[in-house]
């Protein structure tokens, strides 16, 4: 839009309106639960619409000078007025200094906002059957010695006292829960309010040569507001005083109100695990890139990369007043709760002609159950061992239009890590593969 000494100004300015209604609707075999393996699923619908005002300028400051090929500012910020929300704002600045062709440094500062979705906020309450396999407080039996065999007795009164209260078989002198799961509520809140961050980054690109580049980048994020459920383990034993949360053993303490005790068997029901806004998550770690080639000249080309992340921590604080606990290299119960503190992608290609051979080589770091970050013993909330899985493939182009595809993923058959208390099927399906070695053969055609 303006020429400057170091280049082009460049500003975009614009508007948006989005309108989101969604209406899902189960058929009728999963509406009431009467499909093996899956819980019941009710209706879900709602609708939002949001209104976007924003603006974004590309800034170049210098140009061609000692030490500076580039060096240019991005600035830019956003308003969103939200149907249910009110309005919020946004903004980044980033910038990105080429101190010659083969060195590049850039960083910036960002905030974000994330609304609830339709259904964080209004999916029906249905039924859940969480894993809290040896983590009831009133099992005679539980371990490490702090709830019901604490070594206080004045403390191993008050446990006892407060299961009793709960049930009076939970406070029998011989009680182990009746069942691994507990029968849990879940679904949606519709006082959940807009999740916020902000975030810094720092890394610099190497490319001192055509065929290698490396990205190294340092990456921090503060979540506020944070939208999630709080694990079945968590809920109970904080009803009995894990993490300071209930210090008078107190049967209306907000932890307790959050379950009842099946009469009949001592056993956990109506345990709610609604969505709520927590309070922090602190996100770090280096993300790193590496890609290498090797002109065999006559014989072909062989390209090597690496893509990685290390976790430096994950700390998260469920509540102001609760301790902050660092999840990095831990598992949890929960989708998406696995952290590992290191995730790396291996690939090798081999390429000639219209043929390429590619073999990739995946690694998921071992990790702790989060139960002990927070406290819980290891012997009964097991954690992952190191993983690694093996995928080959090869394409031919026949034509510059036609190529045929062919493939092993998980070539070496490795089974999904198995650990307690889990997610599904004792393990996590969302983070280990849960079909094991599987072939492909597929064609690609242009028209």
């Known amino acids: 839009m303006a020429k400057l000494p170091a280049g082009s100004l460049d500003i975009v300015l614009g508007a948006s309106y989005r309108d989101i209604d969604f209406n899902f609707q189960p058929d009728s075999g999963l509406q009431p639960g009467q499909v093996v393996g899956f819980n019941e ?69 960002q905030s974000a906002i994330r609304s609830p979705s339709i259904a964080d906020l209004f999916s029906p309450q249905t039924n859940n059957f969480p894993d809290i396999t040896g983590a009831d407080p009133c099992n005679v039996t539980t371990t490490p010695n702090i709830y019901r065999n604490n070594p206080d007795p004045a403390i191993r009164a008050q446990v ?6 709960q ?12 069942f691994g799961q507990a029968r849990g509520i879940t679904g949606g809140n519709p006082d959940l309010t807009p999740e916020k961050s902000t975030s810094f980054t720092l890394g610099v690109v190497l490319q001192p040569s055509r065929n290698f580049s ?3 980048d340092y990456w921090s994020i503060d979540l506020e507001e944070a939208i999630g459920a709080v694990g079945a383990t ?19 303490n907000q932890w307790c109100n959050l379950f009842r005790r ?42 090597f990369n690496v893509n ?60 702790i159950h989060s139960n002990v970050v927070t406290g819980s013993s290891p012997v009964t909330n097991t954690g992952t061992a190191a993983t690694w899985y093996h995928d080959i493939s090869a394409r031919y182009a026949i034509t510059p239009n036609l190529a045929i595809r062919a493939g092993i993923s998980n ?37």
Do not use: H
């Open 41 to 109: 699923q009710l209706p879900v619908s709602g609708a939002l619409d949001y209104t976007d005002v924003f603006f974004e300028a590309v800034v170049p400051i210098l140009r061609n000078v000692p030490g500076v090929k580039m060096l240019s500012a991005t600035i830019g910020a956003r308003s969103t007025d939200a149907s249910k929300f009110g309005t919020d704002s946004s903004y980044k600045t980033t910038l990105e200094w080429s101190i010659n062709d083969a060195v590049r440094v850039r960083g910036g500062v």
């Open 160 to 165: 006892i006292a407060l299961c009793a209260a």
């Open 167 to 178: 049930s009076a078989v939970a406070g029998g002198a011989s009680y182990s829960q009746p």
């Open 214 to 216: 490396a990205t190294i």
């Open 234 to 252: 968590t809920i109970v034993q904080r009803c009995f005083n894990r993490d300071g949360a209930n210090p008078t053993f107190s049967l209306s």
């Open 262 to 303: 099946d009469a009949a068997d001592g056993g956990i029901i109506a345990l709610q695990q609604l969505s709520r806004n927590q309070s922090s998550i602190t996100v770090s770690g280096v993300d790193i890139a590496l890609d290498y080639t090797l002109n065999l000249q006559a014989a072909g080309q062989l390209r």
């Open 308 to 367: 990685g992340t290390w976790t430096e921590k994950y700390d998260s604080q469920v509540t102001s007043l609760d301790p902050i606990n660092n999840f990095a290299g831990s598992i949890g119960s929960t989708t998406g709760s696995a952290t590992p503190e290191w995730r790396v992608n291996l690939g090798t290609t081999y390429s000639i002609g219209g043929l390429s051979l590619t073999l990739t080589n995946r690694y998921i770091d071992e990790m």
């Open 411 to 447: 070539l070496t058959d490795q089974q999904p890590r198995l650990y307690s208390p889990n997610i599904q099927s004792n393990t996590d399906p969302s983070t280990f593969d849960v079909l094991g070695r599987r072939y492909f053969v597929g064609l690609n055609a242009k028209f």
